[in-house]
């Protein structure tokens, strides 16, 4: 016999081998299509934009979240023979918002200046001039360390 005892805001059921010898009688409900809270992608099936897609990445919300709805719902509905193309003005506000707020929008041009740097001074890190002596030079192969920490691994004998 089917058990059940309740937890603060937990239910447990216990149930029997007898319980699971007969078959499930749960109905399973119909989905709504229509339900704007389901995630279905980024249009939903009447056609509108799904502004809960996380595809979005969050866009549709914060600060210039809008100036993207704006952009973006006169994208989509454009009729134009070029999508889009009597949407610059919305576009252009997105992206004037979007360079006020350079913390939460990191701008492509920054991320590929700051790769370029770490990898620059990666590349001299690792062209420096090695120090070369009789016992390292029969030693394993030379592995990359950590700049910032001492390579323990090649240790010179006799010291």
Excluded at 144 to 153: A, F, G, V, W
Aim: proline share 8%; net charge negative; hydrophobic share 25%.
């Amino acid at each position: 016999m089917t058990s059940v005892r309740e937890e603060g805001k937990d239910r447990i059921i216990f149930a029997t081998k007898e319980d699971h010898a007969t078959p499930s009688n749960a109905e399973l409900v119909e989905e709504d299509p229509n339900d704007p809270y389901e995630e279905r992608g980024l249009i939903l099936p009447n056609g509108e934009i799904n502004w809960n897609c996380p595809c979005l990445g969050g866009m549709a919300s914060g600060p210039c979240g809008s100036e993207f709805k704006d952009a973006f719902s006169c994208f989509h509905y454009s009729k134009e023979e070029v999508k889009g193309s009597e949407c610059l003005e919305q576009f252009r506000a997105m992206q004037e918002c979007i360079q006020r707020y350079p913390e939460l929008y990191p701008q492509e041009d920054d991320k590929v200046s700051e790769e370029k740097s770490s990898e620059t001074e990666q590349a001299s890190q690792n062209s420096a001039p090695a120090e070369t002596s009789e016992e390292n030079s029969t030693s394993a192969p030379v592995q990359d360390s950590d700049p910032i920490q001492p390579n323990t691994e090649s240790s010179v004998e006799g010291s």
